[in-house]
């Protein structure tokens, strides 16, 4: 789109001289030849850019030019032309918000770059602005989906507490949407113009989680060749969402309730005290009281967290929500896609309602979008739902615990994956060994292998729960 430019000057010779340059250069010239013309030209509509002199005789000033510029649209960027010497005025009219100012005489390319730089800045905020405009309409407290009594109260929670800065705890089963929420806290709050952070405190290890919480100091460790910012300090005047705060290392516990206590922290590897303005949000799937009782978690930490507690059901205990959810994921995949959004079978939500969700409302974002994807007709019917694999992923997901070894805590989640996915498998298969073999592309033996491997039993995957070996 051509950039709009309203050039104000008195002196025509210097006029037409502009008109030709920024023209030739491709933009959309307006010429106004006294502060009056100008506004008159500012009333009939916005500009991108508006290139005034400074000295417009009798009338309204090139500042006047400048105010009402701003008024019409705050985006406008105003560049000044001053006559030599007058320094001084140039840069009130930067400080009343001109983007730039050219002294007389200039020559073309200095008005070419400072015109164009002028546009880049302001086309680089505008889409700035729509994109941060587009997040928090996506992340908003409005796109969160709940209508029973236990996410109406967590609505009202986050409507309580949003012109505060309390620090608020989110507790939940892992994909309840506890990130969601802590956006939408952060939407609210007066803060959401500045930084929303977000940490997952698990995913760091516990020798870099320091460093990247507070920060580190030049030569702080092998490798620290500079000072670096942390996170809190990224996050200030916003917010800091520490997620996973429960496999938080307890002695960094220690330093975040410094920060929740007193507003300071220091860098790694420094003695200076940084002080910072952030409202914390933190977030845990773990039961906090038992890691407290059980000493792996500071209970004064614990204690300040908690402020404000926001605890989110499981999916499975808020099915009212269900057919919300899944139209919210059809569109967002239709979006996606560029297809037409595709419809739920009355089959295919009965079946969804059945399912227990163990991985709870990403679980069931990630069994639509499938089903979106691979599905044929438009119309999703209950034969396209691929609800094993997820639930088994769901049931794996949830239950990972950090407090084994690496190779233990795979194996364990390998063997509920392998435990459930058999069992879906059994089930639907009438317990009949063959038939399930091949349904799931096994060889016999193996599964039958497999089933003693497991020990599963038949009263396991009987409907009736009646026992009665595997039927070969
Ligand atoms: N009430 C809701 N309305 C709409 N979408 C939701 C809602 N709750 C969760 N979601 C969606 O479900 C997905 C999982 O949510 P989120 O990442 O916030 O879960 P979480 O509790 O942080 O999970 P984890 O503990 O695994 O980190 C996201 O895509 C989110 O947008
Ligand atoms: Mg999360």
Known sequence: MTARILVVEDERAIQVALRGLLVRTGYDVTLASDGREALDRLAEGPFDLVLTDLSLGKGPSGMDVLKASKEVREETAVVMITAHGSEKIAVEAMKAGAEDYVPKPFDNDEIRVIVARAL????????????????????????????????????????????????????????????????????????????????????ISRELVESELFGHEKGAFTGADSRREGRFEAA??????????????????????????????????????????????????????????????????????????????????????????????????????????????????????????????????????????????????????????????????????????????????????????????LRENDGNVSRTAQAIGMVRQSLQQKIRDLDLRSEDWSQNGEPGGPKS
């Not at 009202?156 to 089963?173: F, M, N, P, S, Y």
């Not at 997820?390 to 070894?405: K, L």
Request: aromatic content about 4%.
């Open 120 to 203: 880049e800045r302001r086309r680089l905020e505008r889409e700035n602005r729509l994109l941060l405009e587009r997040i928090q309409r996506d992340t908003g407290f409005e796109r969160l989906i709940g209508s029973g009594a236990a996410m109406r109260d967590v609505f009202a929670t986050i409507q309580k507490v949003a012109e505060t800065d309390l620090t608020v705890l989110v507790r939940g089963e892992s994909g309840t949407g506890k990130e969601g929420i802590a956006q939408a806290l952060h939407n609210v709050s007066n803060r959401k113009k500045r930084p929303f952070v977000a940490v997952n405190c698990a995913a």
């Open 236 to 425: 200030s005047g916003g917010t800091i969402f520490l997620d996973e705060i429960g496999d938080m290392p307890r002695e960094t516990q220690a330093k975040v309730l410094r920060v929740l206590q007193e507003r300071t922290f220091e860098r790694v590897g420094g003695n200076q005290s940084v002080e910072v303005d952030v409202r914390v949000v933190a977030a845990t799937h773990r039961d906090l009281e038992t890691e407290v009782r059980e000493g792996r978690f500071r209970e004064d930490l614990y204690y300040r967290l908690k402020v404000v507690e926001i605890e989110l059901p499981p999916l499975r205990e808020r099915l009212e929500d269900l057919p919300a959810l899944c139209a919210r994921f059809l569109e967002q995949v239709a979006e996606r896609l560029e297809r037409d959004k595709k419809q739920l079978s009355p089959e295919a939500l009965a079946r969804l309602g059945r399912h227990p969700w163990p991985g709870n409302v990403r679980e069931l974002r990630n069994v639509i979008e499938q089903a979106a994807v691979l599905s044929t007709g438009d119309v999703i019917e209950e034969a396209d739902l691929n609800l094993r694999a997820s639930s088994a992923a769901g049931e794996a997901a949830a239950s990972v615990d950090t407090g084994h070894s690496f190779s233990e805590a795979k194996k364990s989640a390998v063997e509920s994956f392998e435990r459930n996915f058999l069992l879906q498998a």
